[in-house]
């Protein structure tokens, strides 16, 4: 005879434990092999554990969940946030191991789901804290802002425009640390893209998932999770004409910094 499962209070409680000793947790290992036309096509998946950071005046159980099958909860309200000095911001996140390949191009791949009423709230991360001063660099930032659109840190592309609350979205965000190529892709269909050379190739990579910072009250949630690496290294040709785009956008920022500077004639 096959034991009774235990009561359903009790498999809440075991959940619950795990997260309080912080233990760490494993993105999903197997996943069905990309489709010929898709962005990952080829690329090479690869796991690793996250860590969570809740940095909110409130306990793991209230600001986060793991179903243990993949799935991930999170909530944050600005009135949870630490109070003011404390460093590190209002955040409920998962933070994914280093890169294994530091220098090749890295994919996240989720299904995401915002709530409406999510708003100014980071969902996702492609980030580096090495060679940024200690105040880190992301090569993508995803969030939603006031105008309910997902964008990419301050810029003016919409990724996701305002119908996109309650709903699930397949976003695929991808970095080459040699070329500075950062890509966002939403059901395979490629939403931004950008050069972004600040942090360097000697830096630690790494992926953000959660709710950083909010508005009013964000809720968010991921599944299918997953990681690849690019096995196809770029050109030459490609190194060179990255190079080249970083001088020019270094040339142009100091051009910027220089005028800004100038006293103005009276």
Request: proline share 6%; glycine share 8%.
């Amino acid at each position: 005879m096959k034991p009774a499962p235990a009561p359903t209070h009790l498999r809440a409680l075991a959940i619950l434990c795990l997260l309080a000793t912080g233990l760490q947790f494993t993105a999903r290992a197997a996943d069905p092999k990309p489709a010929p036309n898709a962005p990952n096509a080829g690329w090479k998946q690869w796991t690793g554990k996250y860590k969570l950071q809740n940095w909110t005046t409130r306990p793991d159980s209230e600001q986060f969940h793991d179903n243990g099958k993949g799935e991930y909860d999170f909530k944050l309200a600005k009135a949870d946030a630490r109070p003011a000095g404390t460093s590190g911001g209002n955040r409920v996140e998962l933070a994914w191991p280093r890169w294994p390949d530091q220098k090749s191009e890295n994919m996240i791949c989720a299904d995401v789901m915002y709530e409406k009423g999510t708003r100014g709230t980071c969902i996702m991360q492609i980030k580096t804290n090495k060679n940024t001063g200690g105040s880190g660099n992301e090569a993508i930032y995803l969030n939603i802002r006031d105008d309910n659109c997902l964008h990419h840190g301050v810029s003016k592309t919409v990724i996701i425009d305002d119908k996109g609350f309650d709903v699930w979205h397949n976003i695929k965000a991808a970095y080459n640390p040699l070329t500075g190529r950062a890509r966002v892709w939403v059901d395979d269909v490629l939403k931004f893209e950008q050069t972004y050379r600040n942090g360097g190739i000697d830096s630690d990579w790494y992926f953000k998932t959660g709710a950083y910072w909010a508005s009013g009250t964000s809720k968010v949630h991921f599944k299918n999770i997953t990681f690849w690496t690019n096995p196809v290294k770029p050109t030459k040709e490609e190194l060179k004409a990255a190079k080249a785009e970083a001088d020019r956008k270094a040339m142009e920022a100091e051009l910027k910094k220089s005028s800004s500077t100038k006293p103005k004639k009276k």
